[in-house]
């Protein structure tokens, strides 16, 4: 069955980067409401979690109004930056790393904001190199995408502010492990490790009540328990990669079949 083209003519290619813009005004919105207070933490969090919405989006109505444009492509990643880069570090920064600076004044090279400029500035690195790597990044994603990378530190945070965890071990975590995995997330955004992009396979349009099945009863589990199952969901797909990296024959870019990527992402 060919796939069916909506005929919206000149307002088809404005939804895509309606979407984007989205994206990016909610991540600024982020950024504000961490500037404002710890309590304002929880809302942060969820805007984040709305421009990952309007990122998958952004790409979904694009390739069905076949509607891919090289300036939607900047613009995605630019809104991505915000979003998925500054966004998620300025909430560490003003949770735990700013401690670190104070603590140290002039010592240790400013420890935090070191922490803060390694998760962005990889962040930034990762998205120029899937802008320059476009073809080869159809069916996986090399190094951590910056959407999954940002959903485990807010998903963290929304885990933080229910009552599912203890004051003392939220304290504990966001000061001595919190900064340090952040600047992990960041180093696996460069990395050459694998990660499984399963919105831009082909099998999902074969199987739309199963999937529509398992998307219904996570939202459900989201709904129910918060940050809990986002959190876990996040760090499972970051794991996931990590344990097929290691399991992985390491092979060079000369033995890898011409095959590897799907050529047909419409």
Not at 212 to 239: D, K, M, N, P, Q
Request: proline share 5%.
């Amino acid at each position: 069955m060919s796939q069916v083209r909506f005929p919206f003519y000149g307002t088809v290619p404005i939804l895509p980067n309606l979407f984007t813009a989205a994206n990016l005004v909610l991540g600024i919105r982020a950024i504000t409401l961490v500037l404002r207070g710890d309590q304002y933490y929880d809302h942060a969090a969820i805007c984040i979690m709305l421009a990952m919405l309007c990122d998958v989006m952004d790409g979904l109505t694009a390739r069905i109004s076949n509607a891919v444009s090289r300036f939607g492509v900047e613009f995605d990643s630019l809104a991505d930056l915000t979003t998925f880069g500054i966004a998620p570090a300025v909430m560490v920064y003003r949770q735990a790393l700013v401690s670190y600076d104070a603590a140290n004044g002039r010592g240790f090279a400013h420890l935090g904001f070191f922490i803060c400029a390694i998760y962005a500035g990889c962040a930034a690195m990762r998205l120029a190199r899937f802008n320059t790597r476009l073809a080869e990044e159809r069916t996986v994603f090399l190094g951590l995408p910056t959407p999954a990378a940002a959903g485990v530190i807010a998903a963290y945070f929304m885990l933080a502010e229910s009552a599912l965890v203890p004051a003392a071990v939220t304290a504990f975590i966001s000061n001595w492990i919190l900064p340090y995995l952040t600047a992990a997330l960041g180093i696996l955004m460069v990395s050459n490790i694998q990660y499984p992009a399963p919105l831009k396979r082909s099998l999902w349009r074969r199987r739309h009540f199963i999937y529509f099945a398992l998307a219904t009863g996570l939202l459900a589990l989201v709904i129910a328990s918060r940050g809990a199952t986002l959190f876990a969901l996040f760090s499972a797909y970051v794991v996931w990669g990590l344990v097929q990296h290691v399991r992985r024959p390491q092979a060079s870019p000369a033995d890898t079949p011409p095959s590897t990527f799907d050529e047909d992402d419409d």
